[in-house]
């Protein structure tokens, strides 16, 4: 599996998405990439589209850096290591990522390892689009996730995930996030998470 970036791996870009796709429309966005020679960011996010069979059975990327106590930078990375693998279904529901782990977990446990990539000399922190080379600097495993067999698609897990709420900046100041689109993220997400809640009048819990 190629390793992924983030093609609006920038403030600007990242600004310009969010931008058109709530107050204009993705087609401008797309319109004004390739009328300022931007067009290979629109090639990479096309690229980046994909049917995986299972979340259980993905690769996952931070993408972005983080602070790795007082000296260190490292991306993360989240590889499966279970021995069981989804297969495609033939008919493609709303929900069948969904229904996809939920027949995993019925029958099998699921696993990954965690893994974190240190930076190396110039491998940039600013820009997210920029893949840091794998050669140079491998993932490393610290930790194992382990996700033992359970029934998770009940309305009492659906009803608390409504009230949950994830910030890349909810972390340990040796773990701090990293980069203007951390920073983006941190903002954009606290807003979209207050709104989602007081529109759906939930409490919050994060």
């Not at 994909?50 to 996952?60: A, E, G, H, K, V």
């Not at 996030?177 to 207050?194: C, E």
């Amino acid at each position: 599996m190629n390793h992924p970036t983030m093609p609006l791996g920038t403030v600007k870009l990242f600004r310009d998405a969010v931008y058109y796709s709530i107050e204009r429309s993705p087609l401008l966005l797309s319109a004004k990439l390739v009328l300022t020679g931007q067009g290979s960011v629109l090639k990479a996010l096309k690229g980046a589209r994909s049917r995986p069979t299972s979340p259980l059975d993905l690769r996952y990327w931070s993408t972005t850096p983080y602070r790795w106590g007082d000296k260190d930078v490292v991306k993360y990375g989240l590889m499966p290591t279970s021995q069981h693998r989804s297969t495609l279904p033939a008919t493609l529901a709303d929900d069948y990522l969904s229904q996809a782990m939920q027949a995993h977990l019925d029958r099998h446990d699921a696993s990954f390892d965690f893994g974190v990539q240190l930076r190396k000399g110039t491998m940039p922190v600013e820009d997210a689009a920029v893949r840091w080379d794998e050669t140079e600097s491998p993932f490393v495993t610290v930790a194992r996730l382990h996700i033992p067999r359970q029934t998770f698609r009940t309305p009492e897990r659906d009803a608390l995930g409504e009230t949950l709420s994830f910030s890349p900046g909810h972390a340990k100041p040796a773990h701090t996030p990293l980069g203007g689109i951390n920073r983006a993220r941190v903002a954009i997400y606290q807003q979209l998470s207050a709104f989602r809640h007081q529109r759906d009048q939930r409490a919050n819990i994060a």
